[in-house]
């Protein structure tokens, strides 16, 4: 996949004056947003299962080792494998191995971020062998060549016009001709089509929300049902999950799951959560024959010990993206990348290096919600300014970003002048907004003043007023 | 060096000297424990509540509940519940003993097989591990006396339930689970509601890849 996020700004740009997009965004805002304060509101014990559920990854990180070996013997004992891998091409090489000996031609694939983010598909494509995506929204996007522009909702940027020419474009080579405009005969036609496919593969990949120390399962999450038949039709289930998501035991999990579903969709509970554990048993009539876990670390054992620990408990619900001001203005795509939002401005640099992702934690007003809705409790905005200090320290920040900020520093070590710099500030600001009191061209600002007016100040700076009220 | 010995020295180098340090008893306590967290106050109804709640929570989820007083009612239920929705009196079903105690001949039109789930299956037919009342949940365990692919293929999946099967949270059903003595099933599916996918402009639609109904058969009368 072709990494953008070194153009975040032109990418913004571009997505600002998208109107197909902004549409999509105003819906998200509405939708999850006013969903998961109602399903909050019927769950008084809400914020102490998040408590809980904190404590519960917390205690993990702290026995990672531990916790992962005992999950990896637990699998082992129910007839599985697990395949520790170091990096994205490492993982990448087992999944294309394992398919290989199961002799597969096409994968079916329910929805996961890890295998974006080791961009598992083209890997595949490349060695012949074909990967279809299943959850409706992903398979959307694999349709339309993009990568997903939400995390739980990988299609959210597309109208359901966008969605009808895909469907027209790629469905005619299977006989679907009529190009259908409403969302259920466009659901019942990709179910139709999809179907087909889960028969057809040779191996089932699934992401994982939870591994489980106790048993050696692994936990899918989902609504439509896609993650039960990847796993169960083909022969072979692959799992690809990062080091983080083990949890002790089934009461964990289920205190987690408590709080997940209400944090992503506002729904009380997904349709379907499934713990699977091995492959077919004595008796069985169903089922893949052989169960494979891909551990993938990619970076996160680094994070271990560092000020970035805490984005390890982070259960992908994507609550922080559904309530960032500006997330909801530019949408996923603009940050180039698989991950987006305040989550993905803190992981992302993490993975593809600050050089590349140095905008990112930029891309935030600080104004806190992401923390204040994230059920794990991450301190998003505090991450975001460990990685602007360490931008500061590396020197990546742009000249006239570092030359403001010493201009700033200057001012802030010298009070006097300060005071006299805001004194008259003040004072031309409120001449430049005359009656209105809102101004709305400044020169240098015109990023700011092309959206929205600035409010004038009214006469006096803090300060001065300050002075006035103690005497 | 192997990937596994790398990532694993990798975070024991990372948790090197933090406050809290990694304690293999504590870690062993706590799976051998496998202590309940919170459980909120709705899972926690007595019997005549917690059948109402999950009922209602069912519903809200787009589930269909009807509730017979006796085991020998079941056959009508179903097969009227499949003549409203004009759906074949015919159905897959799950090669469970449990289900044989139903006295299938009183619905002589209802055409059944037994097996696991195919893609021509319109409607199955299976039992189910337990109720959670909490969210309207139905767990279901795999293994040869309920194929998974039952609750997932057809269109329609009917799922009878004892009330005493019942319980008020999940953490009950795992220790059901537990107490069985029958292991870890490859599968557990806790199922909400029907299928569905919001995928396209976050309008919601039933049916996406599984059942587009789900429906429950609550036997009442149900002696110790």
């Known amino acids: 996949m072709h990494i953008t996020t070194p153009e975040f700004s032109a990418n913004a740009k571009a997505a600002l004056a998208d109107e197909e997009l902004q549409q999509a965004l105003d819906k998200l805002r509405s939708g999850f947003t006013e969903r998961r304060r109602a399903a909050v509101e019927r769950l008084p014990e809400f914020d102490a299962l998040c408590d809980q559920a904190r404590a519960i990854k917390d205690h993990v990180l702290a026995n990672l080792d531990l916790y992962l070996m005992r999950f990896e013997a637990k699998v082992i004992e129910t007839g599985g494998q697990v395949h520790w891998c170091a990096d994205a091409a490492e993982a990448r090489q087992t999944v294309l191995a394992l398919c290989r000996a199961a002799g597969a031609r096409c994968v079916t694939k329910s929805k996961s971020m890890i295998a974006e983010e080791i961009a598992l598909n083209d890997h595949l494509e490349a060695h012949g062998i074909t990967p279809i995506e299943t959850d409706l929204g992903e398979y959307i996007i694999q349709l339309a060549d993009e990568p997903p522009s939400h995390i739980i909702a990988p299609a959210v940027h597309k109208t359901k016009e966008s969605v009808a020419d895909l469907f027209a474009e790629h469905h005619a080579q299977y006989g679907y001709t009529k190009r259908h405009d409403d969302a259920a005969a466009l659901l019942e036609e990709a179910r139709q089509v999809l179907r087909a496919k889960y028969f057809e593969a040779d191996v089932g990949i699934t992401g994982a929300n939870f591994l489980v120390a106790e048993n050696g399962a692994i936990v899918t999450v989902t609504n439509e049902g896609n993650a039960e038949l990847t796993q169960i039709l083909p022969d072979t289930h692959i799992v690809i999950a990062s080091l983080e998501k083990v949890v002790p035991t089934l009461e964990d999990a289920t205190t987690i799951l408590r709080v997940l579903a209400r944090s992503a969709t506002g729904q009380e509970f997904s349709s379907y959560t499934t713990f699977s554990a091995g492959g077919r048993r004595p008796g069985d009539l169903d089922g893949p024959r052989s169960f494979h876990v891909v551990l993938l670390d990619n970076g996160r054992s680094s994070m271990l010990g560092t000020e970035f620990q805490d984005m390890l408990r982070c259960i992908r619900c994507g609550a922080c993206l559904n309530h960032c001001p500006i997330y909801g203005a530019v949408g996923g795509h603009t940050y180039g990348w698989v991950y987006s939002g305040p989550m993905g401005a803190v992981l992302t640099p993490q993975l593809i290096g600050i050089e590349a992702g140095a905008d990112l934690p930029n891309a935030s007003t600080f104004c806190g919600r992401c923390e204040e809705v994230c059920p794990m409790g991450i301190p998003l905005p505090k991450m975001m300014r460990s990685w602007r200090e360490r931008e500061f320290e590396q020197h990546l920040q742009a000249t006239p970003r570092r030359l403001g900020l010493a201009l700033w520093s200057w001012f802030a070590r010298h009070p006097a002048a300060y005071r006299g710099l805001t004194r008259v500030a003040a004072r031309i600001l409120t001449l430049i907004g005359g009656r209105s009191a809102r101004i709305g061209w400044l020169p240098g600002a015109s990023g700011w003043t092309a959206g929205r007016d600035l409010p004038a100040p009214e006469g006096r700076s803090f300060q001065e007023l300050w002075a006035a009220k103690k005497r | ?224």
């Open chain 2, 1 to 224: 060096m192997s990937s596994r010995e790398r990532i694993l020295g990798a975070i024991r180098a990372g948790l090197e000297g933090r406050d809290p340090w990694r304690d293999p008893a504590l870690v062993e306590a706590r799976l051998k424990a496998h202590a309940r967290g919170l459980i909120p106050a709705r899972g926690r109804l007595d019997s005549a509540a917690r059948i109402d709640l999950f009922i209602a929570m069912a519903e809200d989820v787009s589930t269909t509940v009807t509730r017979v007083g006796d085991v020998a009612e079941v056959p009508a239920a179903i097969a009227g519940y499949l003549a409203d929705h004009n759906l074949p009196a015919e159905a897959k079903l799950a090669p469970d003993p449990a289900l044989d105690d139903i006295p299938w001949h009183r619905a002589p039109l209802l055409e059944l097989t037994k097996g696991k789930g195919e893609d021509a299956d319109r409607v199955s037919i299976t039992g189910a591990f337990a109720g959670i009342a909490e969210t309207g949940t139905v767990m279901a365990l795999s293994g040869p006396h309920h194929p998974t692919t039952l609750n997932i293929l057809p269109e329609t999946h009917v799922v009878v339930l004892r009330a005493d099967q019942i319980v008020g949270a999940y953490e009950e059903a795992w220790d059901r689970l537990r107490a069985s003595g029958r292991g870890t099933p490859r599968t557990v599916m806790l199922i909400t509601g029907p299928s569905r996918s919001g995928d396209i402009e976050q309008t919601l639609q039933l049916g996406a890849h599984g059942p587009k109904r789900l429906h429950l058969v609550i036997i009442d009368d149900v002696r110790p």
